[in-house]
Nanobody
């Protein structure tokens, strides 16, 4: 189990970019597959993207493929989400989490504060 703190969100115009960071605590961070989820106003939390434990394999939901890039730096205990060509429908609170590979479900039941992304048209 790791503790995660998201940052990097903000207000951006459609077509703009943001880079989110997820800072983790814990000695075993590098042993976990990681991912990003988001929750838009009035909607349930949804899976966005995942990266395997060593950072060699990634997976994206169709709505963000080609626009978002997940990466990780295990030496810094940090996961990143580069978000380009942002659309108003990307507006949400973004959360990171350790997850299971294959079904991309979070391993643990707790969530952090997340970081707010607002994309204006």
């Amino acid at each position: 189990q790791v503790q995660l703190v998201e940052s990097g969100g903000g207000l951006v115009q459609a077509g703009g970019s943001l880079r989110l960071s997820c800072a983790a605590s814990g000695r075993t961070f590098s042993s976990y597959h990681m991912g990003w989820f988001r929750q838009a106003p009035g909607k349930e939390r949804e899976f966005v993207t995942a990266i395997n434990w060593i950072g060699k394999i990634t997976y994206y939901t169709d709505s963000v493929k080609g626009r978002f890039t997940i990466s990780r730096d295990n030496a810094k205990n940090t996961v990143y989400l580069q978000m380009n060509s942002l659309k108003p429908e990307d507006t949400a609170v973004y959360y990171c989490a350790a997850l299971n590979w294959g079904d991309y479900r979070p391993l643990f039941g707790s969530w952090g504060q997340g970081t707010q992304v607002i994309v204006s048209s």
